[in-house]
């Protein structure tokens, strides 16, 4: 598994699934979220009603990923995940491996061989970008190694600022 740094907006990235740093309700809302549903267009709320009528009737939970279609966007899927809430005086770090993990999964259930991901849980969710890119670093290396390795050729950070691409640039260089 290939992994690439990119500094731009998620929504114009060419790859099989692009990941979305969602809320558990699937309805929508700021940041990456915000410009995937105005971009993707009504077809990503749609798929997101119906999975809420289905098999998260209470949402989908912290951790977790699911895939609809990307719409208009230049993919095939939107991966959903929810990324946790940082909190200063309980480690929820486990939870944030576990989109990137859970993502990859549901990538590999599709087929996709190119993910791009967002720094998720970094906007509005507050968590620390250098704290952050170490998490989904490793977890991401994690997934893409071992016996039961995710099959995914690409995958791709996609960094909004200058400043989030030079500290997921650092964190991959101190991993070696
Ligand atoms: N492309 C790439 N990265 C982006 C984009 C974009 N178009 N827009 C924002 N970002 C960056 C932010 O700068 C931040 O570093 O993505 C990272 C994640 O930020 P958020 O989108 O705010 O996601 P998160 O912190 O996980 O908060 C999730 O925000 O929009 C709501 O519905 C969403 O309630 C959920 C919460």
């Not at 699911?66 to 946790?84: C, K, N, S, Y």
């Not at 259930?109 to 969710?125: K, M």
């Not at 016996?147 to 500290?167: D, K």
Request: hydrophobic residues 45%; neutral net charge; aromatic residues 6%.
């Amino acid at each position: 598994m290939k992994i690439i740094l990119a500094e731009g907006d998620i929504t114009e990235q060419s790859v099989d699934a692009i990941v979305n740093a969602a809320n558990s309700s699937l309805m929508g809302g700021g940041g990456v979220d915000g410009a995937i549903h105005r971009r993707g267009g009504p077809e990503i709320l749609e798929e997101c009603r119906a999975l809420r009528a289905s098999r998260y009737g209470k949402g989908l939970p912290t951790g977790q990923a699911v895939a609809t279609t990307a719409g208009r966007l230049p993919a095939r899927w939107v991966i959903h995940t929810v990324g946790p809430v940082y909190s200063r005086s309980e480690d929820r770090s486990h939870l944030l491996a576990s989109c990137y993990r859970e993502s990859l999964h549901v990538a590999d259930s599709l087929g996709a061989a190119t993910v791009a991901f967002p720094a998720v849980s970094t906007g509005i969710y507050r968590w620390p970008m250098e704290d952050a890119a170490r998490i989904a670093l490793s977890a991401v290396r994690q997934a893409g190694s071992g016996v039961a390795q995710s099959a995914v050729r690409e995958v791709r950070f996609v960094l909004f600022n200058p400043g989030a691409y030079a500290v997921f640039e650092r964190a991959l260089e101190q991993m070696g």
